[in-house]
């Protein structure tokens, strides 16, 4: 059984004060008996205060992106080395950072592998531009993400995919939950070509995209389907919360 993921991209919001506000509201409601694996991803300065108020709590933290390099003269980056010693989690390839920041299928590989190597767990997110959904291309460009993201990178290892349609982030034009488990399925069933079934009935799979508390149980009550990638909506305690809620309302015990 594969337990229910609910993790909040905060993006470039929040300065500390909100930040820490956040963390603790959400410390104060969460109910750890609901079987929701929560995380959140915070921006990258906030995450060693931000580590420290979940110290001993259920709350997971994760960064929102890692530069693949070890070490060096790369100014402005941070290493999954560093961020090893605050987080477990990293999302990689974000839509956004594959958009602004030019982040390709190989260097999401070299990121992934540098996440990996230091136990972080990648959430590895891959999904379709409007343009791409609407040729009838979304199969053919996640499996192209899939497949070159993960080129060479050994099965044993903790891993999340996130399907985050371009085109439903920050829209408020969720994809339908239909919409959403095609295409899941046919992420586990890549994911069954390149490693194997037993590997790919055990990943965690997420949803990504106008999630709200109001869709989130459509979601999650879809077989391939287990969790969700929360960006705006991850912005209010309560919303967050109420999110969490519902996803506990459906999730697996
Ligand atoms: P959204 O963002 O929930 O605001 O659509 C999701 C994401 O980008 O991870």
């Known amino acids: 059984m594969i337990k229910t993921l ?9 300065n500390f004060g909100e930040a820490q506000q956040l963390t603790r509201d959400l410390l104060s409601s969460i109910n750890d008996d609901a079987h929701v694996e ?5 921006p990258f300065v906030y995450l060693q205060e931000i ?16 530069y693949f390099e070890e070490k060096g003269a790369y100014t402005g980056e941070i290493s999954s080395s560093m961020l090893s010693d605050f987080c477990e989690y990293v999302i990689i390839g974000h839509s956004e950072r594959r958009q602004f920041f030019g982040d390709t299928n190989e260097i999401v590989n070299k990121k992934l592998r540098s996440a990996i190597e230091h136990s972080l767990t990648p959430i590895l997110c891959v999904g379709e531009n409007l343009e791409e ?6 199969e053919h460009v996640v499996g192209a993400q899939l497949e070159e993201s993960l080129n060479n990178i050994e099965k044993t290892v903790n891993l999340v995919v996130a399907y985050e349609p371009v085109w439903a982030i920050g829209t408020g ?3 339908t939950s239909d919409i959403a488990e095609d295409i899941m399925r046919f992420i586990r069933s890549k994911l069954a070509a390149i490693y194997d079934n037993t590997f790919a009935d055990n990943i965690t799979l997420l949803y990504g995209g106008s999630v709200t508390a109001d869709n989130v149980k459509d979601y999650l009550s879809q077989p391939n389907i ?5 960006g705006g909506a991850s912005l209010d305690a309560q919303k967050f919360q109420d999110i969490i809620d519902k996803a506990g ?3 697996p015990l």
């Open 51 to 66: 580590s420290k108020l979940l110290e001993g709590q259920s709350i997971k933290i994760g960064a929102q992106n890692v």
């Open 249 to 251: 309302e459906v999730a």
């Open 173 to 175: 034009k969720a994809a």
């Open 226 to 230: 287990n969790g969700a990638l929360v």
């Open 133 to 138: 959904r609407e040729n009838g291309d979304a």
């Open 38 to 42: 929560t995380v959140i991803c915070p």
């Open 6 to 14: 609910i993790a909040a991209n905060w993006k470039m919001n929040t």
